[in-house]
C-alpha cells in the first residue's frame, strides 16, 4: 500500500488531541480555567523530572468508555509512583464529567494527569507536599480511515522497551521518552507506530498501542511479563469483543518470527482502537490487507462504543 506521510493530521494515544484554538477549558486543582491561563509551576516535578502519571480516556456520544478501569490504572501507576494523589477517584470522575460539560462535547479524548507538584530543584518527591491534578477534554483526530480500512505499516524499533526492573511499562507514567525515542524511529522510517521489544527479544507493546497476533486460527498477545502497559482496550479485547465475536485470546510470548508468520496482526490502543497492521518494516504481513478476525473485531468494537452501549 502506499505509504502515510507522518505529517498528517493522525494520532497516537499520546497525540491525540485536537488543540482548537484558545477555547478549551481545563480543570487545575480544583479550578475550571480557560486554557491559555492553565498553567503549572516551573518548579512541579511533572515538569521537572517527568515525575507524575497520566491516562488517555475516551468520551464516545457521551459516553465515558471504561471509566472506571482508567481511574484504577491510573491510582495504580500513582500508587506504585508513591504519588498520594490530592482527590479521590470519586472526585476525579466528578471533575471529568464537570470538564467535558464545560467544552460541551460529545466525543472527545480525555487526558488526565497527576504531577508529583512543586518542588525544589533536587530529585527529593516528597518534598512536593501538592500533588497537581489536570484533565484536560478535547476534540479528537482519528488516523486516517485509510489506514483502518487497508492496515498500518510499521517498523520495528531498534531501541528496546524499558526494563521492568527499571521502570515497569506498566506504570502510565509522565515520562515517556523510551516510547518517544522509538515514535522517531518510526518517524524516521515514515511509519506512525513502532512495534518494541524487551531486552531478551520479546515482543512486548508499541510506543502508544498493545499488539496482537492472528494465527493459525488463533489469536495472541503478550503477556504483562513482557514488559507492557496493561491496556485497558487490550483488555476490553480480551475479556469482551473477542468473547463476543467468538474468540478465545490467549496471553503467549511472543518473537519477532511469529509476528512475521502471523496471518493478521492488530494494535489496540484507547486513541486506536482497533487497527491492522500489514506491513512491518519490508515484510507483508499475510495476505497484504485487514484479515477477516480483526475486520470482526474493529466492527464489534464500533458497534459497542459508538451506538447506545451503556457507560461502565
Ligand atoms: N501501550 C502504551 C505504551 C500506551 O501508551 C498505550 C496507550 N495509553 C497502550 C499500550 C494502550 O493502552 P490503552 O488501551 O489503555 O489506551
Not at 533536587?122 to 488516523?143: Q, S
Request: a negative charge; glycine letters at 8%; charged letters at 25%.
Amino acid at each position: 500500500m502506499s505509504s502515510v506521510p507522518v505529517n498528517v493530521s493522525s494520532i497516537d494515544d499520546e497525540a491525540a488531541a485536537d488543540p482548537r484554538g484558545a477555547n478549551l477549558k481545563v480543570w487545575l486543582n480544583g479550578s475550571i480555567v480557560p486554557q491559555d491561563q492553565a498553567l503549572i509551576s516551573v518548579f512541579d516535578h511533572g515538569l521537572l523530572y517527568g515525575d507524575g502519571c497520566f491516562e488517555g480516556i475516551r468520551l464516545y456520544n457521551g459516553r465515558i468508555l471504561k471509566l472506571m478501569s482508567h481511574l484504577d490504572r491510573m491510582y495504580s501507576s500513582a500508587e506504585k509512583i508513591r504519588l498520594k494523589p490530592s482527590y479521590s477517584k470519586e472526585q476525579v470522575a466528578a471533575a471529568i464529567r464537570e470538564t467535558i460539560k464545560a467544552n460541551n462535547l460529545n466525543d472527545a479524548y480525555i487526558r488526565l494527569i497527576f504531577t508529583r507538584g512543586v518542588g525544589t530543584l533536587g530529585l527529593h518527591p516528597f518534598r512536593c507536599p501538592d500533588p497537581g491534578t489536570i484533565i484536560i477534554v478535547d476534540a479528537i483526530k482519528l488516523y486516517p480511515q485509510e489506514l483502518y480500512d487497508q492496515g498500518m505499516r510499521v517498523i520495528v524499533a531498534e531501541r528496546p522497551r524499558i526494563p521492568i526492573e527499571c521502570l515497569d511499562p506498566a506504570i502510565k507514567s509522565l515520562n515517556y521518552l523510551n516510547n518517544i525515542l522509538a515514535k522517531i524511529e518510526a518517524i524516521d522510517a515514515d511509519v506512525l507506530e513502532a512495534i518494541m521489544l524487551n531486552t531478551e527479544g520479546e515482543v512486548s507493546e508499541c510506543t502508544g498501542d498493545n499488539i496482537f497476533v492472528v494465527t493459525g486460527g488463533r489469536i495472541l498477545t503478550p503477556p504483562v511479563s513482557s514488559g507492557i502497559l496493561h491496556g485497558i482496550t487490550r483488555q476490553f479485547v480480551i475479556d469482551e469483543i473477542g468473547p463476543s465475536c467468538g474468540y478465545e485470546i490467549v496471553e503467549q510470548t511472543l518473537m519477532l518470527e511469529d509476528l512475521y508468520q502471523a496471518d493478521e496482526i492488530f494494535l489496540t490502543g484507547t486513541a486506536a482502537e482497533i487497527i491492522g497492521v500489514t506491513e512491518i518494516g519490508d515484510k507483508v504481513i499475510g495476505d497484504g490487507t485487514v484479515g477477516t478476525v480483526t475486520k470482526h473485531l474493529m466492527d464489534e468494537f464500533s458497534k459497542r462504543v459508538k451506538k447506545d452501549a451503556p457507560e461502565d
